[in-house]
């Protein structure tokens, strides 16, 4: 008999050690894991990472087996894993109606468990009796699913559980915008059961999503419908807030260990090694101690301070846990692991020699880990007093099976029993291995012959629609249709993936759908409901922005390929040229580079060896050769298998897949375009054949109608049926309108306007159909059909064409068309508003902001009519709340929309636009843009609100972005004339124009504090009962003789400006927020217009917690004018410079409108001993502080931060000590 190798008995230890701390306690029926002796549930995290060390052991023994019996032992060990991930299937799969209903819902109350029964896989707790929305624990679970299959285990059985793991996914997605109660179940730090977005979910889910995609869980053995598919755009989204996110770990925590797991093994989701570097220093400097790492700071978990008879704490209560937070050896294992796979033996070392020393012998000398060591309730002042020098005693679980297991891992790793590969066959550890630059391959497409001809004589030689045959071009939402159908189960009463919207990373591969490749245009190509795509410059702006965004973020094998049709909207008026700006372009996607993003264009079929591919084998033909919508005939079986409210979504689900299913077969069975030839015999044949096919074009027209496609010829194999151009006399206007003549509807009805009145004195609506039918210009149809429409509403019939069926809406429809083909921005802006037109993605917008810890406010100020958006809202709500707060004015409501996808726009490619921005005040924004149009055009209030709402949606975007970017700006009329219909006004950065030299230095100093500033000027909006938006001049601008005297100085009013933007904004310079905290600790508080912020906030949250700083911008935030808000500011940053001095307190409530007054008062009084008559020092009736000192730079002999220095040592100097530093 062969002798046992030194590597096999040290196996045979690690062997005994997994046995007595971890699979002794496994359940012999379900498999799973109870937490410890006295707590017999299973929680799923904990179950998950339990096994990890039975599977590593697995993989050693049949690495270095020695004998048969070692093979044996692998395959035993195995078997118990494979035991364990089953049950925990079990157990969720007892609960699908849950993951059903969270797919639409996303509410804690549909969640899956957090923890199962060990004997039955039954739910131990009630739905509201625990913090169950954990979503790292789900997708943990998936991601070992994923790695244990490519490792050669088999865990899925059946198509059934197929299906469920894809549903899972589905579950797990939307991670990045889903609050929930973290790794520690706690939510927010409180504990009082309030949910959070968690950058640990966040990133396990995008970890389990990555890993999962592409993968057949049948492994080897498996056909293409075991394959999984995770979609990228849900992935990307993941990463981009994980990556706003850290290191902070949630609004209230502003650093957990627990992201450990998320940097490093086992999810490896950041892909920015700096930013894996910097997270790692946080944790380790601020969490570390001498027996592991605090889970978070504050964490009363088991301190002596801790109350246990009460499971949440009060707000001030946190204070007292600082300092002597329990420390977890846990943490110092995964410290290990990362040191193994980033290579640092010297770290793994240090880890591994730390954690020795703090280990338990249990019985036969094993070494436990245990779950945490607290300080001894005799020795809490003396830590307080000097942290980390008390010797602390161990608590809790003993071992900690999820501590003890990464041990066990980590030592099988670094006694080279297995390489770190092996325990990560999907090579996640690669994340952060720079990618290769990324070339997007462009193909431009005419929609007609006509578009082709006029391309062709601009040079370039492209396909039509047709010509790209055999490949089938579809619009980006039957893509959305397609994969809605993916993981639908009728026998488990699972509806597949809920409809949402492509992104561009999923509509730029190719599709094999059906043995059809199938290309998909861009989503904002498909955005017909809104008006963004009539714009060309916006339909270019998009483009850029998708190749910048691909070109950045593109992660898949194969090059992403963007489908770009030119279709009619992107012609001249008279329809015989292209559009200069999209002429300009595709000569810049010709030359190779635009946006920022290397192109290569080319046709179709020349990108096909090249492209990313993706076969969605879930949409083939069954086995037994049905067709899909064969399959879909039976609904009431499946309806009668379900609940109401899920039965709601399947019927709705059901519907739509049979459409979907029936459009396809169709197109699919459409026969190719083929040019037109000579005629034939036969005339009845020929006929019949005709006949034949334009009953199947008619019936697949039908089909794309019922399925959303707008602009349907585009789409469709044949040019039997075409879509006439639609008329330019729909409502008999002949004449275009110079711009001049164009306005805004007034929006007000009243009764001194001249309607037509018939006998009885009431309004004679037939004569005003028939004043209708004889306007002369689009302006007064306007004006009549928004007064049909306020006083008889949009259903109201007209009768215009003599008989009935034509309503106000048909009539406000046409009228849209017409406005959108003569792009008169404002008129077409009005009538969405009355058509209540969406912007489709206008909720997913609203998530991405949300998503980057940003809150909205949309309304105008004050609360309540500005109404706060903090969570994310279906369409129709968010709809609604936008109406509500924009007080039904149609203006105001269209504009909030439009600004609020401009500003996730860029929130996805320029994130540090909104640094120190947590709270974005959509009205606020409206009213800078009126106001900057008024002073720069040297115009009334109305003209501006004119302008802006005759901007070009690309225009209105770009004075967005000068706005948001801080950079000097200017606007004027423009002379050129792209079109006769909308005045055309430019928007140009300027430079340091007209300003000294010592004045630069100055606005550089201040940048150090102040970062970025802009140059605007803010007027209020007055919103009237009769929804007309009128702009009235501030009383602060009285004095200001501005911009009448902006020839004689060039700057004056720059300040004021600045500041009522940085207020708009709320903008505040960088690291403002922990100094503020740090001044609540000297004093009871701080009082802004009698707004108390108490010190004791800072007893409940630390200086970085986003949580702290949306507080402080709240209480900011309800000083009415901006630019008195960021004087208020200034007067904070001036405080804060006492806090580094040593100083105890500065007294009680510190009054900080009184400061500003009080230096406004010196101000005052040193400008009138200079000479300065009252014109000129002329007062804000509102607030009492000169005009002047509001446009007065900071620095400087007479700079704001002189005074406001001098008032704050006037201030404080009365609570100072007699032997206090006296301050000049």
């Not at 963004?532 to 090059?559: F, H, K, N, P, Q």
């Not at 959108?820 to 902001?849: P, Y």
């Not at 500003?1156 to 300065?1172: C, I, R, S, T, V």
Request: hydrophobic share 40%; proline share 5%.
């Amino acid at each position: 008999m062969r002798s046992r190798s030194n590597s096999g008995v040290k196996l045979d230890n690690y062997a005994r050690l997994v046995q007595q701390t971890i699979l002794c306690h496994q359940d012999p029926v379900t498999g799973l894991l109870p937490a410890s002796e006295e707590q017999r549930h299973a929680w799923v995290r904990d179950n998950v990472y339990s096994i990890l060390s039975v599977w590593a052991l697995a993989l050693a023994y049949r690495k270095n087996a020695d004998r048969d019996e070692d093979k044996a032992k692998a395959y035993e060990l195995e078997q118990s894993v494979v035991k364990l991930m089953r049950g925990l299937l079990q157990c969720m799969m007892r609960q699908l109606e849950k993951v059903e209903k969270f797919k639409y819902s996303q509410s804690p109350m549909d969640a899956l468990h957090a923890k199962y029964s060990i004997k039955t896989c039954a739910t131990v707790v009630g739905d509201d009796q625990w913090g169950h929305l954990q979503v790292d624990a789900t997708s943990l679970y998936l991601l070992f699913v994923a790695q244990m299959t490519a490792s050669g285990l088999h865990i899925i059985y059946t198509q059934d559980e197929v299906d469920i793991i894809q549903n899972l996914m589905f579950y797990i997605e939307a991670a990045y915008k889903i609050a929930d109660y973290g790794m520690w179940e706690r939510g927010d730090k409180t504990n009082q059961g309030i949910p959070e977005l968690n950058a640990s979910s966040v990133g396990m889910a995008k970890a389990a999503l990555e890993a999962l995609d592409e993968l057949n869980l049948f492994g080897a053995n498996g056909g293409p419908a075991s394959v999984v598919h995770a979609l990228s755009d849900e992935v990307e989204h993941c990463q981009s807030i994980l990556h706003s996110m850290l290191p902070r770990a949630s609004n209230s925590k502003e650093i957990d260990a627990g992201i450990l797991s998320v940097i490093s093994y086992p999810a490896f989701a950041v892909e920015d090694i700096r930013l894996v570097n910097i997270t790692k220093e946080e944790i380790i400097s601020k969490l570390q101690g001498r027996y592991g790492c605090c889970r978070f700071l504050r964490d009363g978990h088991k301190t002596p301070k801790e109350d246990p008879n009460r499971l949440y704490y009060e707000p001030a209560e946190l204070k007292l846990f600082e300092n002597i937070e329990c420390e977890w050896p846990l943490f110092w294992t995964y410290l290990i692991l990362d040191g193994i796979f980033s290579n640092s033996p010297e770290q793994v070392q240090e880890y591994r020699d730390a954690l020795e020393g703090i280990l338990i012998k249990g019985k036969n000398g094993i070494r436990l880990v245990p779950e945490l060591y607290s300080v001894p309730p005799d020795k809490v002042e003396e830590e307080y007093r000097n942290p980390h020098t008390v010797d602390r005693v161990p608590m809790g679980k003993l071992p900690i099976m999820w501590g003890q297991s990464l041990y066990i891992v980590g030592s099988l790793l670094a006694e080279g029993f297995l390489a770190p590969g092996e325990i990560d066959p999907l090579n996640r550890k690669f994340s952060t291995v720079p990618k290769p630059d990324v070339v997007v391959q462009v193909s431009i497409l005419a929609e007609t012959e006509e578009i082709k001809a006029i391309l062709q004589k601009h040079g370039f030689n492209v396909q039509t629609v047709a010509d790209v045959y055999p490949i089938r071009l579809q619009p980006s939402r039957i893509l959305s249709h397609i994969y809605a159908r993916l993981g639908r189960n009728r026998r488990l009463g699972l509806t597949g993936r809920p409809y949402r919207r492509m992104g561009v990373l999923g509509t730029s591969k190719l599709y094999i759908i059906r043995n059809t490749i199938f290309s998909f245009t861009p989503q904002f190509i498909d955005q017909q409901q809104f008006y963004l795509a009539l714009d060309s410059r916006m339909i270019v702006e998009m483009l850029r922005t998708d190749l910048s965004y691909l070109c950045c973020r593109w992660r898949m094998t194969g090059r992403p390929t963007v489908t770009f049709p030119i279709s009619q909207t992107m012609l001249t008026e008279d329809r015989l040229d292209l559009d200069p700006v999209i002429l300009a372009t595709l000569r810049k996607l010709q030359d190779g580079y635009f946006g920022g993003a290397r192109v290569q264009t080319g046709k179709l079929s020349e990108f096909m060896t090249t492209s990313c591919c993706a076969h969605l084998s879930f949409m083939d033909p069954k086995p037994d050769g049905k067709m899909l919508h064969q399959d879909y005939d039976d609904d009431d079986d499946v309806l009668d298998a379900v609940e109401s409210l899920h039965a709601f979504h399947f019927a709705d689900h059901v519907d739509t897949i049979d459409d979907l299913a029936k459009y396809l077969d169709q197109l699919l069975k459409s026969p190719a375009p083929t040019p037109s030839q000579g005629p034939k015999k036969g005339g009845v044949s020929r006929f019949r054949a005709v006949a034949h096919q334009t009953y199947e074009m008619v019936s697949l027209m039908n089909k794309a109608k019922e399925l959303d496609i707008q602009n349907v010829s585009m789409y469709l194999p044949s040019k039997l049926y075409r879509v006439p151009q639609p008329s330019f006399n729909l409502l008999d206007s002949t004449q275009p309108q110079p711009a001049q003549d164009i306005k805004i509807p007034r929006m007000v009805i009243t009764s001194e306007m001249n309607l037509p009145k018939d006998l009885s004195g009431k309004t004679d609506f037939k004569a005003l159909i028939d004043q209708l039918k004889e306007c002369p210009c689009l302006q007064d149809q306007a004006d009549i059909l928004y007064i049909l429409f306020n006083l008889k509403g949009a259903d109201w019939d007209t009768e215009y064409y003599g008989e009935p069926g034509t309503t106000v809406k048909d009539l406000l429809t046409k009228l849209y068309n017409k406005a959108g083909a003569m792009r008169q921005w404002g008129l077409i802006r009005m009538i969405s508003g009355m058509l209540k037109k969406k912007v489709e993605a206008l909720d997913e917008a609203c998530s991405d902001l949300l998503s980057h810890q940003k809150h909205l406010t949309v309304g105008l100020p004050p609360e309540p009519r500005e109404k706060t958006i903090v969570a994310p809202l279906p369409l129709d709500e968010l709809t609604k709340l936008i109406d509500d707060a924009s007080e039904q004015n149609i203006n105001i409501a269209v504009l909030t929309q439009e600004i609020m996808v401009y500003l996730a726009m860029y929130i996805r490619t320029q994130p540090s636009l909104f640094t120190e921005m947590f709270r974005l005040r959509i009205g606020l924004i409206i009213q800078v843009m009126t106001t900057e149009l008024a002073q720069s055009l040297n115009c009334s209030g109305e003209e501006a609100t004119e302008s802006l709402m005759s901007l070009s949606p690309s225009d209105l975007k770009n004075l967005l972005h000068h706005i948001l970017s801080g950079k000097e700006f200017g606007v004027e009329r423009s002379m050129r004339s792209v079109s006769a219909i909308s005045p055309v006004i430019s928007i140009h950065e300027v430079g340091n124009v007209g300003a000294t030299k010592s004045e630069r230095a100055g606005i550089s100093k201040l940048k150090l504090d102040m970062k970025q500033s802009s140059n605007l000027q803010v007027t209020d909006v007055d919103i009237s009962e009769s929804s007309s938006m009128k702009f009235s001049s501030s009383p602060s601008m009285d004095g200001l003789p501005f911009p009448a005297s902006a020839a004689t100085d060039s700057r004056q009013g720059q300040w004021l400006r600045r500041r009522r933007l940085d207020g708009a904004l709320n903008r505040v310079p960088v690291g403002f927020y922990q100094k503020v905290w740090k001044i609540l600790q000297k004093c009871h508080g701080l009082s802004i217009e009698g707004f108390v912020l108490p010190s004791s906030t800072t007893r409940e949250m630390t200086p970085g917690e986003i949580k702290f700083s949306v507080h402080v911008e709240s209480v900011l935030n309800r000083v009415p004018q901006p630019e008195y808000r960021q004087l208020l500011v200034e007067v904070i940053l001036v405080l804060t410079m006492l806090a580094d001095i040593e100083i105890q307190s500065i007294g009680g409530i510190i009054h900080v409108e009184r400061i500003l007054h009080l230096a406004n008062d010196l101000f005052y009084e040193e400008q009138k001993a200079l000479g300065a008559g009252d014109d000129i020092l002329k007062k804000d009736p509102a607030t009492g502080i000169c005009v002047l000192l509001y446009d007065s730079a900071p620095s400087g002999r007479f700079g704001t931060m002189t005074y406001l220095t001098k008032a704050v040592a006037i201030y404080v100097q009365d609570f100072l000590p007699s032997s206090g530093c006296a301050m000049q």
